[in-house]
Each structure stands twice: as structure tokens, then as C-alpha cells.
């Protein structure tokens, strides 16, 4: 791994510390809205403007992007193109529920497909701050402290067994192929639901315990929900990289191509059996 790609994991393990103390007290939101129309939290602001300034004192770094702000900034001359949502669940902000920080590390101008990520990863606020980081085909699982990363686990796979699992979006607005799949999940008595209505928190629990997570396609929003760049890239890195898969129904979230920043993307993530059969019933 690159000095600059380690030195880009270090400040957003630092930030992050900042990110969580930064939450007492802007929980409310700001009277503007992210380019995905969702209404923005002042968190989610400060997140993302603190994100901005520490990647851009990082040499490496060419372009900064996120889910917060239409554009991408320009921020040096690197060969690092760094995509993230500085905020991933903010709307559990109102109920104090878990959100997480994701990050993907591309190394191709953005907006770009996951084939060019280095390395990818998220941040955990959970009870303790956590973090899963990606590169070079492992995942290494952290705690953060102070700023500081100490490994809690290495070549994190995902385990064998799936438990867990979590699907995202109106039950009505679900598809047939797809409410089809659901129902034959759920009739296993082995898989056991869980929804927090955080993607971090969700996905935590299928690295953790296997399973899937999936934000499908909707009956009126085809592409689902979640940000290729932000959300589904850097997380189909991850479980990929843990030994799962990840599809946008057909294939792999990391050869889709994008055509744009903010393109949404249908993601489910998980163990490879179940990603493989949710694919067979949406063919
Ligand atoms: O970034 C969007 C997000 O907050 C994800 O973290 C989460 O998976 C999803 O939206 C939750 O959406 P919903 O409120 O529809 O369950």
C-alpha cells in the first residue's frame, strides 16, 4: 500500500474521532438539501466540510467527492481520487442510532467504477468507534481511540454460515422477483432479520455474522437508493475483499460503469451462496 493511501486512512481515522465529538449538538437540520434531494443534517455538513480540509493537506490527493456537495473539489495534484459519505445514516441522528463514515480510494478521476478502487473501508459510531478497511484483497477490522487505529482482527472473511439479514426499501415498492427471494430467506429459520436504517450498521452485522444486505431496486426508482461512488462501491469492496460478493442484480457493484457523480446503484452484499441466488431469482 502507498504512503499517501496509508496517510489518506490515518487522517479519516483522526477525523472520525472529530466527526463522532461533532454530533452533540448539530443534530438538527440545515435548510438545504444533498444532490440526492435528501434533507441535510447540520452533522452532515460538518462532516463532510471536515473531511474536505484534512484530505486536501494530503499531497496524494487529486479530488475529494461526496455525497454532500454537487460538485467534485479539486484539492492537489495527487493520483488519489477520494469518493465518501461523511455521514452514512444520518437520519438516525434524531434517535441516537448507529451511523458510520464510508470511504472508497480510487485511483482514477472521479466519477469512476469500483474495478479502479485501492483500497475502501468505513467507520463504525457505534458503542465503540470501529473501523473495516479494505485493500489488496484483505480486511482488517479496527478500534479507534483517540484518533488512533489498533487491529482487532485481520483477514476478516465473512463467516460460512449466514445469519443475518437486512433489506432496505418499502415492502410494497419491492419488486416481485425480489419479494420472492425475501420470503424464501426468511423461511430459513437459520436467518434472523435485522434493519437499522444505517447501511454501516446493516452491512457491520453481515461482515460480522454473514448474511446479506441488500437496498434493492424499487417499483418507481430502478436504481434503488444508495450512491454507486459513496456507498455501493466502496462496500462491495469490502465484502468482496472479506470473501462475499456484491451485485446490482447482475453483476458485481464493481464493474458497474458510471455515468455520472451522483448515480444511485441497486446494492445487496453478502455471502457469495446468497448473492449468487438472488441473482438466479432476478433473471
Ligand atoms: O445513505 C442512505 C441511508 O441512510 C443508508 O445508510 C441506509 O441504508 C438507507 O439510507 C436507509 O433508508 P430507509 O430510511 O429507506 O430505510
Redesign the pocket.
Known amino acids: 500500500m502507498s504512503d499517501a493511501v496509508e496517510e489518506v486512512v490515518d487522517v479519516i481515522t483522526r477525523s472520525s474521532a472529530e466527526i463522532r465529538q461533532g454530533l452533540v449538538g448539530r443534530r438538527g437540520e440545515v435548510d438545504e438539501e444533498n444532490p ?1 434531494g ?1 434533507t441535510q443534517a447540520e452533522a452532515d455538513v460538518f462532516a463532510d466540510e471536515l473531511l474536505a480540509e484534512r484530505l486536501a493537506a494530503i499531497e496524494g490527493v487529486a479530488e475529494y467527492a461526496s ?1 454532500e456537495r454537487v460538485e467534485i473539489s479539486q484539492v492537489g495534484d495527487g493520483d488519489l481520487y477520494v469518493a465518501a ?1 461523511p455521514l ?5 441522528l434524531k434517535s441516537n442510532n448507529t ?2 463514515t464510508v470511504f472508497g480510494i480510487y485511483d482514477e478521476p472521479l466519477p469512476a467504477p469500483g474495478t479502479s478502487l485501492v483500497a475502501a473501508g468505513y467507520v463504525l459510531y457505534g458503542p465503540i468507534t470501529t473501523m473495516a478497511y479494505a485493500h489488496d484483497g484483505t480486511v482488517t477490522k479496527y478500534e479507534l481511540t483517540g484518533g488512533e487505529r489498533t487491529v482487532v482482527e485481520e483477514d476478516v472473511t465473512l463467516p460460512d454460515e449466514p445469519l443475518i439479514y437486512g433489506f ?3 415492502v410494497p415498492d419491492w419488486p416481485a422477483d425480489f419479494e420472492a427471494y425475501v420470503r424464501e430467506i426468511e423461511s430459513n429459520p437459520d436467518h434472523k432479520l435485522r ?8 452491512v457491520n452485522q453481515v461482515l460480522t455474522y454473514g448474511g446479506i ?1 441488500a ?1 434493492p431496486a424499487l417499483e418507481d426508482s430502478p436504481r434503488g ?3 454507486l461512488q ?2 455501493g462501491n466502496p462496500i462491495g469492496y469490502v465484502l468482496e475483499s472479506a470473501g462475499g460478493r456484491s451485485s446490482d442484480g447482475t453483476r458485481s457493484i464493481l464493474e458497474v460503469e458510471p455515468d455520472e457523480l451522483h448515480d444511485r446503484v441497486p ?1 445487496h452484499v453478502g455471502n457469495t451462496e446468497l448473492i449468487d441466488r438472488l441473482e438466479t431469482a432476478l433473471e
Open positions: 440526492s435528501e455525497e459519505d452514512d445514516g444520518s437520519s438516525n451511523m458510520g432496505g426499501g418499502r434493519y437499522g436504517g444505517a447501511m454501516i450498521g446493516d444486505f437496498y437508493k444508495l450512491r459513496f456507498e446494492v
